[in-house]
């Protein structure tokens, strides 16, 4: 086998094949060809069976390329080499011994939202209501513990040691138990017990074990920095005769801890294979010096790591780009202008612009259109084809138009109202006798139930249909009082439930859902601000339109697009080109690893130094003083990473109305809050009124016993205020009997 294409350290790394081995593969080292070659040496020179190899990683689409490169390095074809996924070999270990732990060989692999049910059903038996508990919450809790790799004795296992700290008697823990055996009644497993499955099979039955360690001599693990508890066991069992397991990984791109991934699968290796060996994969063939070093640079003041330092041969490079712009809007002209320069040398396929969050996409996908530069987003959905925002954007179409029955039925049960399939069709059907549209009988229904109770409709739903009602009714007050789009969205956001419904599950999806609703908002304040120093009609119809005609451009047949997404989808990807956008303090790092402690704050650098590998030939980093969130400009420091790159490998430019400073500079952080409110006097109206957006006062406009007016209700009297501010709430009881509670800062109310 020829090893003339490998430098040493991969060639050590290939030949070196008894007992445990650590690869610590850096970004952009070679880690593909070494472990292809790895695999072929042990065939080819060594003559073991494909049969005695077990190889996993990620994802199906990794381990085909990885075998159709063995096959085709190799010249022939495998036969029973297993390259798999940890749960496709788990699936398939747990159908050959399915009889051990009472499954059938056909059970069912449930998903997410057939888990949802079963949680939901068992809620139900206990007479806990979803308002009560969410499902969402408890399908997280068991999939923690199923990540750790616990199952029912699994703390009485030696294996597992004194791993688990695990309350019994919690309810989430109850209702586990209980949904663990309505599984195994329905002869069925969900995603994680697939692993946790296998996991007890060999626990309970080591003569299982013992014929799956003798089978498999060999054992190589891709991306090990990824692994969960649970997968760690089950490779520690696995290689625990042979202790041939060779892990290839790199503990300064553990960046999935949010999804399980345990970083002290790498740090603790040794822990459990003393004897293990440890190379270092360091020669970087991907970048420049100067991105090189600097990213060590950054990476070092890690402390949770092995300690590799990157090295490359390839040429010095250019410097880095350190871009400091006045607001968000800037931020992403910059990178628009800048991205119609290095195109006239370089193809847009090889340019990419990073970002913390799925949310931050809107403000650079605008400024690329208005410049026609074609691009796509890659692991995402463009902005406003996210639905969290079509739903919005539908309750707004319908405030303009309330003939609009596709937008009433994508907004009436968003969130859910008890308005089922069967409840729209007898609504549909309701409408077209009377020759209306879906909202305007809706809202007559509300009006009158008893004449329409030939439609049988539930207390639910009636609620429902009132709550609706009063919502959209109340907003059109509003639009017809000229208040602003922004002003009417936020009530929309917050009072027909949906933040609420949002925020009752924190998980990162959640989380990038109100990230993204927080973005909509600043679009339509930032439409506002435009329109308004253009003398133009602000409006919810006029902003509708404007995002209509944007998103209405024809694609054509483009060979060539800039890549947008976010750095967790990069990973595994290059580009000569590369910007980091919003490279700030509290969005990168995020505020929330801020809060969480040092642990989470080192997962935010490994980030930054991933986003930092990925530039071959170029990088840009940039960062805004102010930035629009919820409709509010807030002001950031630009983000300690940046000030961890030492100066020698940057240069700081600052943009600033059409021009640009360019200088060397480090530091501590800065609070630029003064500097931009003196700078905004020289700007435009335009900047002007974004400025202006971000004041906002706090205090109490109303008291108990106070008559007031409302719009739609009419007269009543204030009888309870709660917080003050924009987060004051009256209770006012109406003339007309009803008693109701509102958001003063989105009411339709004057003092009488």
């Not at 597992?160 to 497993?189: C, M, P, Q, R, W």
């Not at 625990?240 to 791109?253: L, R």
Request: glycine share 6%; aromatic share 10%.
């Amino acid at each position: 086998m020829d090893l003339s294409n490998l430098n040493d350290s991969q060639k050590s790394a290939v030949i070196d094949y008894d007992g445990p081995m650590m690869i610590l593969a850096g970004a952009g080292s070679g880690k593909t060809r070494t472990i292809v070659n790895r695999i072929q040496y042990l065939i080819d020179n060594q003559n073991i069976s494909t049969s005695n190899i077990l190889a996993m990683t990620f994802s199906n689409k990794a381990a085909k390329e990885m075998r159709e490169r063995i096959e085709r390095q190799a010249g022939y074809p495998l036969g029973t080499f297993f390259i798999t996924t940890f749960h496709s070999f788990c699936a398939r270990v747990l159908r050959n011994e399915a009889s051990y732990i009472g499954l059938s060989r056909n059970f069912s692999i449930y998903d997410d939202s057939e888990s949802k049910s079963v949680i939901k059903a068992i809620l139900g038996r206990r007479g806990i209501s979803l308002k009560e508990i969410n499902p969402a919450e408890i399908k997280y809790y068991i999939g923690e513990l199923k990540n750790v790799g616990h199952f029912k004795g699994s703390e009485n296992h030696e294996i597992f040691g004194d791993e688990f700290d695990i309350d019994k008697s919690d309810l989430f823990y109850e209702i586990y138990e209980e949904y663990e055996k309505e599984l195994h009644t329905s002869n069925a497993v969900d995603f994680g017990g697939m692993i946790v499955g296998v996991l007890e099979l060999f626990c309970k039955h080591p003569k299982v074990l013992e014929r799956y360690q003798k089978r498999f001599k060999y054992v190589l693990i891709d991306e090990y920095q990824d692994t969960n508890r649970a997968q760690f066991y089950l490779l520690r069992m696995l290689s625990d005769v042979h202790k041939n397991i060779c892990v290839v990984g790199d503990e300064d791109q553990s960046i999935y801890s949010w999804r399980g991934a345990d970083i002290h699968n790498i740090l603790d290796f040794e822990k459990f294979f003393p004897d293990y060996k440890l190379v270092k994969l360091e020669q970087n063939y991907r970048s420049s010096k100067n991105i090189i070093e600097a990213a060590s640079h950054v990476i070092a003041f890690n402390k949770e790591r092995k300690g590799k330092k990157l090295w490359t041969d390839n040429d010095q490079g250019e410097d880095i780009e350190i871009i400091e712009c006045l607001d968000d809007r800037k931020e992403a002209e910059y990178v628009a202008n800048e991205i119609i320069k290095i195109n006239e040398t370089t193809s847009l396929n090889e340019m990419a612009v990073f970002y913390r969050t799925n949310s931050q996409s809107r403000m650079l996908e605008d400024a690329l259109r208005k410049k026609q530069i074609p691009y796509k987003i890659v692991g995402g959905i463009k902005f406003y084809d996210r639905k969290e925002i079509k739903d919005i954007l539908s309750y707004l179409k319908l405030l303009s138009n309330n003939k609009d029955s596709l937008s009433f039925s994508r907004v009436i049960n968003s969130p859910a109202r008890g308005f089922g399939a069967v409840t729209l069709r007898k609504l549909e059907n309701e409408a077209i006798n009377e020759g209306i549209s879906l909202y305007e009988l809706v809202k007559k229904i509300s009006e009158d139930f008893e004449l329409y109770s030939h439609l049988r409709l539930s207390q639910k739903v009636k609620r429902g249909m009132l709550e609706f009602v009063d919502l959209m009714e109340e907003a059109k007050i509003l639009e017809n009082n000229s208040e602003s789009p922004s002003f009417i969205a936020q009530k929309i956001i917050e009072e027909s439930g949906y933040l609420d419904h949002l925020k009752s599950t924190k998980s990162y999806e959640n989380q990038a859902r109100i990230d993204n609703l927080k973005e909509l908002v600043s679009a339509i304040s930032q439409f506002e601000m435009i329109a308004k120093s253009q003398n133009q009609d602000i409006s919810v119809e006029n902003f509708l339109e404007s995002i209509t005609l944007d998103q209405n451009i024809e694609d054509e047949a483009i060979s060539e697009m800039v890549s947008l997404m976010t750095i967790h989808s990069s990973k595994g990807l290059e580009f000569e080109y590369v910007f980091i956008v919003g490279a700030e303090e509290n969005i990168f790092p995020s505020i929330m690893s801020l809060e969480e402690g040092e642990h989470r704050l080192e997962e935010e650098r490994r980030l930054f130094y991933v986003a930092m590998t990925r530039a071959m030939k170029k990088l840009h980093i940039t960062c805004a003083k102010g930035r629009m969130l919820w409709g509010k400009v807030q002001f950031q420091e630009p983000s300690r990473f940046i000030y961890e790159i030492p100066e020698d490998y940057l240069i700081w430019r600052n943009i600033r109305k059409n021009k640009s400073i360019t200088q060397k500079k480090t530091g501590s952080y800065i609070d630029y809050s003064d500097e931009y409110s003196q700078e905004i006097d020289d700007f435009d109206a335009y900047e002007k009124t974004y400025y202006n957006a971000a004041t906002e006062e706090s205090y109490s406009t109303y008291a108990e016993g106070q008559m007031v007016n409302h719009g739609l209700y009419g007269e009543g009297m204030i009888v309870r205020t709660e917080g003050s501010g924009s987060d004051e709430k009256v209770t006012i009881k109406f003339k007309a009997g009803a008693t109701k509670k509102f958001l003063t800062k989105y009411a339709p109310i004057e003092l009488l």
